[in-house]
Nanobody, 126 residues
Framework: QVQLVELGGGLVQPGGSLRLSCAASGSIFGTSAMGWYRQGPGKQRESVAGISSGGRTNYADSVKGRFTISRDNAKNTVYLQMNSLEPEDTAVYYC????????????????????WGQGTQVTVSS
């Protein structure tokens, strides 16, 4: 059973910074893709940033140059560094772990993982 626990949300002024973290239980973190999503008031959940098991990253256009996703496989943790925050970044931020069935470290796994954290609130306001 994989569980994700997010930390680091809060209230910050425009132009400020926050770092979110997401710690995963279990043993599949290192072979999983990780992502951060957010859902603002009255909006649909949207992808913010993602990082593959090999470290390849991608970002939504709205956060490019301001947010950085990273991972520490030794700590089973993924991070989202958010700089130059804007009121439009206000949302609940969710961590996601995804791993399809396949061959990992020489063993085939039939399970598919698509796991979400509980979310952490980020509010950008003066």
């Amino acid at each position: 059973q994989v569980q994700l626990v997010e930390l680091g949300g809060g209230l910050v002024q425009p132009g400020g910074s926050l770092r979110l973290s997401c710690a995963a239980s279990g043993s599949i973190f290192g072979t999983s893709a990780m992502g951060w999503y957010r859902q603002g008031p009255g909006k649909q959940r949207e992808s913010v940033a993602g990082i593959s098991s090999g470290g390849r990253t991608n970002y939504a256009d709205s956060v490019k140059g301001r947010f950085t996703i990273s991972r520490d496989n030794a700590k089973n943790t993924v991070y989202l560094q958010m700089n130059s925050l804007e009121p439009e970044d206000t949302a609940v931020y969710y961590c996601n772990l995804r791993r399809p069935p396949g061959l990992y470290s020489g063993t085939y796994y039939f399970d598919e993982y698509d796991v979400w954290g509980q979310g952490t609130q980020v509010t950008v306001s003066s």
